[in-house]
């Protein structure tokens, strides 16, 4: 078990040892490029990276008016607003409004190193940015599903129960 550990070791060894050349331009590309971590930049052509800018605008400003707009109408209202419904659905605009902010750091990054992309990768992914950024994306992701797993319980109770209460 030993030896095949070892020989597994030194193809690993081996392997990242290996170059690319990237067809885009003269430079050596290391490590290797695969799908997180392309021999270019980021996105390939400019088409992609507008597309990419649009939806983050969209993206910001959709999560950033809903929760604007929750949380006036709870504020302001004479009644008592805060329904569950309404405290989670509050919930989600502000998990999406945070996926958002990855989605931010992600261009940011991309204006950042423009065509370096691949040269700058091991710094990229070795910084705490990178860190705050993946527990960003994943913090929000996960909140935004579990609003939307109790929206959906909560929404099938009051219709299930509607007559009985």
């Known amino acids: 078990l030993d030896r095949f550990i070892d020989e597994k ?4 060894k081996n392997e990242n040892e290996l170059m690319s ?3 885009h331009s003269d430079q050596v590309c290391f490590p290797l490029p ?6 270019e930049s980021l996105f390939s052509s400019k088409f992609t990276r507008f597309i990419f800018l649009m ?10 008016t809903a929760l604007i707009i929750t949380l006036f109408r709870l504020i302001t209202s004479s009644y008592n607003r805060w329904s569950i419904s309404t405290v989670l659905s509050s919930n989600l605009a502000l998990a999406d409004f945070i996926s958002s902010i990855y989605l931010v750091l ?3 990054i991309d204006i950042r190193f423009n065509e370096n992309f691949y040269s700058k990768t091991q710094l990229w992914t070795n910084s705490y940015l990178c860190t705050l950024a993946g527990f960003i994306y994943i913090f929000g992701i996960q909140s935004s599903i579990y609003a939307l797993t109790l929206l959906t319980f ?3 109770y009051t219709i299930l129960y509607y007559f009985f209460i």
């Open 9 to 12: 070791e030194k193809q690993y």
């Open 21 to 23: 050349i990237s067809f």
């Open 34 to 39: 695969d799908q997180m971590t392309p021999c």
């Open 55 to 64: 939806v983050v605008f969209i993206s910001v400003a959709s999560n950033l």
């Open 106 to 108: 992600v261009g940011m």
């Open 154 to 156: 909560e929404r099938f």
